[in-house]
């Protein structure tokens, strides 16, 4: 079984551009999650989609990041600008969710590294 | 956005040493998960823990799901060099929502 997908795996970009990340979830996970990490820390949940709906996106900074999942599948992550903190890995992971705990259970892809300089 | 306790932050090991780690909440969770990570890639899933007081068991990891529900344990036995790694716990109080550790960075002697 194919995992999760996550596309470039490396950016560099000034502050103020713009960059968008691609992520492919593991087939039938109809949950997908966007997590930002700074480096020494844990991952931080930016988004969750279920399906092509938004179900929580409380922590995502809306007036720069955007993210869709258009027909329930794959995902984009935009910044749009960026700025130096935003520095980090972007991670999207994805899980089943169908009742039982263990379709909560979260994969995750490679990871997007950024550097804003 | 909160964050799990995790403990120690970072250890030195001898190779064929027993490790052991743990992770504290302030909430009750349901479900407890176990990732290690290694530079420049994602968190890759170890153990999963669904009831308090389960022991799971993944080749020489091992983990707990704490009584309490607040906690968990997560321990290697006979570390070797490719235990090398950051190991985050992940708690979920029965939504999709997972809480992330502060991470354990592992290194091991030869």
Not at chain 1, 4 to 22: C, D, G, L, T
Not at chain 1, 60 to 70: I, N, Q, T, V, Y
Not at chain 2, 1 to 20: A, C, H, K, R
Not at chain 2, 72 to 94: E, M, Q, R
């Amino acid at each position: 079984e194919a995992g999760v997908a996550q596309s470039p795996r490396y950016k560099i970009i000034e502050k103020r551009q713009s960059v968008a990340f691609w992520c492919n979830p593991i087939s039938g996970h109809a949950t997908l999650y966007w997590y930002q990490q700074i480096l020494g820390q844990g991952p931080k949940l930016l988004i969750q989609f279920q399906n092509n709906g938004v179900v929580d996106d409380s922590q995502l900074p809306k007036d720069r990041f955007s993210a869709e999942r258009l027909k329930g599948v794959d995902s984009t992550l935009k910044i749009q600008p960026a700025k130096l903190e935003d520095s980090a890995v972007y991670l999207c992971a994805s899980s089943l969710i169908g009742g039982l705990a263990q379709t909560y259970t979260q994969y995750f892809g490679p990871g997007t590294r950024l550097t804003v300089l | 956005g909160q964050q799990l306790n995790q403990s120690p932050q970072s250890m030195f090991i001898q190779e064929g040493e027993d490790v052991s780690m743990n992770c504290t909440s302030s909430s009750i969770f349901n479900t407890w998960l176990w990732y290690k990570q290694d530079p420049g890639e994602g968190p890759v899933l170890l153990i999963a823990l669904y009831k308090a007081g389960e022991l799971t068991s993944n080749g020489r990891l091992t983990a707990q799901f704490g009584i309490t529900r607040k906690d968990s344990f997560l321990n290697i036995s006979a570390s070797i060099p490719s235990d090398v790694g950051i190991y985050f716990c992940a708690g979920s109080s029965g939504t999709y929502k997972y809480i992330f550790g502060t991470g354990t960075r592992l290194k091991v002697l030869a």
